[in-house]
């Protein structure tokens, strides 16, 4: 290379006189010359793994908390499908809705999202959290005493403390009403309690449904399984359910006394400010909408119902089924049913023992499908606002991951894992999520923050 600079030069005299200086030139040509085609390498290689990573397969967890996510089936429609037997991977098929919408696998991350603005409680039993209310409250139970299972008392648990909701029902006997799991906001929340005594029989729900009002800030028994049924020892149902509400009626699900000794589960109405109870008849998985509710029903099985339906408030005078299911010998049904204003999901399982749970997600009021998200559990316990539908497996020991998929882009994001308490929360508006962390042995601690 020395020899050809020389040559281009042009002047033999000054080759020959700056021979030195001729070669430290080429030297360093050569060193500029490979230090781009070293740029240039190392260039395309970070292409290469970014376009891997972004529309290759298949496409992982990243670092940032998001979730492993699968597509296995992409097929879609423009929302108008009669909900006949589509072929787009389901088990199942819908009538009165659209189906066809991507189904996708969902599994842990390489590592949990983080949260914005977090802050932990509980850990030792003294703190039992339900659902945020928003970035700095959460509603939930308390006590001073966790080794006496008969004081706690509702509260809203906060960064700067803790306030009770009214107080123990009772510090012994047969009067005790455990405070357990609600919804709500901070205008109102609602909840279910259960009769704890010596004396409890498995399978028993001797429940009770309070409401506290932050106008008035009082607490209200709105309904009791004593009180519809005339006695305590109402069998529990099949599936977990939460009471829901909005301003007007509180919703809840329960055995309801039919005769001297049948028993049928139904979605009662409970007027918010006081008032008779209303019956809406069979079914389960009640979730308030604004002026109603839409709830399970059409029972295939215990816990699993064939349709979904919609209701005014406390009247089937309007009432109308949203779509049917259709199966084969597996019989899968609806086995959970949420909604916020814009959204809603219902849960689908097969009444023969399985761990499978398909949940389909939908825009409006049914109006179009979003996705199918399939999770390897036999039941869901999930929350949902406008922003974010959050998933868990409840007490299950197996699959305990909890997931957040947000609304506008599909991010799917890795909350962590709580065997056997895997049940994160969010709150009805926003971005604030409560997610428990348990190894299954200890007492749960709740991460509240908001999810990015």
Not at 92 to 101: C, E, H, Q, W
Not at 318 to 328: D, E, H, I, P, Q
Not at 429 to 451: C, I, S
């Amino acid at each position: 290379m020395a020899n050809h600079f020389r040559r281009e030069t042009g002047a033999e005299g000054v080759a020959n006189g700056s021979s030195s200086a001729g070669k430290l030139g080429a030297r360093k040509a050569a060193i500029v010359i490979g230090l781009s085609l070293l740029v240039l390498a190392l260039l395309g290689i970070v292409l290469f793994v970014l376009w891997t990573r972004t529309n290759g397969e298949p496409k992982e967890s990243g670092s940032k908390g998001e979730a492993e996510v699968e597509t296995v089936s992409p097929k879609t429609d423009d929302g108008n499908s009669s909900g006949g037997p589509a072929g787009n991977g389901l088990p199942f098929s819908l009538t009165g809705v659209s189906s066809n919408a991507p189904i996708v696998k969902v599994k842990e991350g390489e590592a949990k999202a983080s949260l914005a603005d977090e802050w932990t409680f509980g850990g030792d039993y003294r703190e039992i959290g339900s659902f945020p209310i928003d970035g700095s409250t959460v509603f939930g139970s308390f006590t001073d005493d966790p080794d006496n299972l008969l004081s706690y008392t509702p509260a809203l648990i906060g960064t700067s403390g803790t306030k009770r909701l009214g107080s123990a029902s009772a510090v012994s006997g047969d009067g005790y009403f455990e405070p357990q799991d609600g919804t709500g906001n901070s205008k109102q929340v609602v909840w279910r309690s259960a009769r704890v005594n010596d004396s409890n029989a498995f399978g028993v729900d001797d429940w009770q449904i309070s409401r506290w009002s932050a106008k008035d800030n009082e607490v209200r028994v709105l309904a009791s399984a004593e009180g519809i049924n005339g006695r305590k020892d109402t069998p529990g149902i099949v599936g977990e359910v939460v009471p829901t509400a909005n301003d007007d009626y509180a919703f809840f699900a329960s055995n309801v006394l039919s005769g001297d000794s049948s028993w049928e589960c139904d979605v009662i109405a409970m007027p918010v400010n006081g008032g008779e109870v209303q019956g809406l008849g069979e079914g389960s998985f009640p979730a308030a909408v604004s002026g109603g509710v839409l709830f399970a029903t059409s029972r295939v099985s215990d816990g699993h119902y064939a349709k979904v339906r919609s209701a005014r408030n406390g009247s089937l005078t309007a009432a109308k089924t949203r779509f049917t299911v259709k199966s084969g010998s597996d019989q899968w049904g609806v086995t959970g049913v949420w909604a916020s204003g814009n959204y809603r999901a219902v849960s689908f399982s097969p009444a023969s023992a399985s761990s499978q749970t398909y949940v389909g997600l939908w825009s409006g009021d049914f109006d179009k499908p979003v996705v199918w998200l399939a999770i390897p559990s036999g039941s869901v316990v999930a929350s949902m606002n406008d922003r974010w539908f959050v998933w868990g497996s409840g007490s299950q020991g197996e699959n305990a991951g909890m997931y957040a998929y947000r609304w506008s882009d599909g991010k799917t994001l890795y909350l962590g894992t709580a065997k056997g308490y895997s049940r994160p929360s969010i709150s009805q508006d926003g971005d604030v999520v409560m997610v428990p962390e348990t190894d299954g042995n200890k007492a749960a601690r709740y991460h509240v923050g908001k999810l990015d």
